[in-house]
């Protein structure tokens, strides 16, 4: 499982990924902070239009982000299928998912604070969130709001309320992401996996499996799919070797 800033794997070269087998899904995690000496490449992998909307950011961490997701997601793609970065041409479905036509490896991402987090499968849907914790919400009233009954009980019964809403919020939102569906669209009308009262590392529920990613105590991390994983073995983008 991801371990953000700990124990991910190192993979030295984008030429020699691991072979992504039909029953996992790689994550791939990448701290922005440490791209800043690399933002000038990854920026130089986008398109005109990903290029455009990042400079519409006016807060500098959010442009590097935006260029940081999107850069690595086309090098990670160009590793995974051998097309070169600058020519592979995202889709988008209704909700903004983007997806490339007849391409053999699914994905999906997602950033938050200083974190982007990658997900790539074989013959899947696939989705993947993480979540900075931002311990000054009223974490209570959102989820009244927008979580199932069950959801909010463990939420109202946990010590760390806010790590356990933001843990609930980043397995919710994988499995929006998932499924194509827009996130607030019947939120409150399904329930992830909850077993003893408690969120499992890995759960079910009606063909869709929930993994929990460890991702410290500063962020939740989670990604969602509809077919079974021998593995989620995770990677460090920053220790990838691709601009040269």
Known sequence: MLKIARFMETVSDIRALPVLADDQIHIWGLHVPEMAGRMEAL?????????????????AADRQSSVSARGALRILLSGY?????????????????????DLAVDFNVSHSGDWVVLAFGRGRNIGVDVEKIKWELDVEAIAARFFSAAETALIQAAADKHTVFFQLWA????????????????????????????LPETGE?????????????????????????????????GGLKWDS
């Not at 920026?43 to 807060?59: D, G, I, M, N, P």
């Not at 993994?211 to 989620?232: F, H, I, N």
């Open 43 to 59: 920026h130089a992998r986008l398109s005109e239009q990903e290029q455009a909307k990042a400079a519409r950011f006016r807060r």
């Open 81 to 101: 299928t051998g097309i070169a970065a600058q020519e592979i041409t995202f889709q988008y479905a209704e909700n903004g998912k983007p997806h490339v036509a």
């Open 171 to 198: 397995r919710k939102e994988a499995y929006v992401k998932a499924r194509g569906s827009g996130l607030f669209r019947g939120l409150s009308h399904f329930t992830v996996p909850i077993e003893n009262g408690a």
């Open 205 to 237: 529920s009606d063909g869709w499996i929930f993994q929990r990613l460890e991702a410290g105590t500063k962020y939740a991390s989670a990604v969602v799919t509809d077919k079974m994983l021998g593995g989620v073995p995770c990677y460090d983008f």
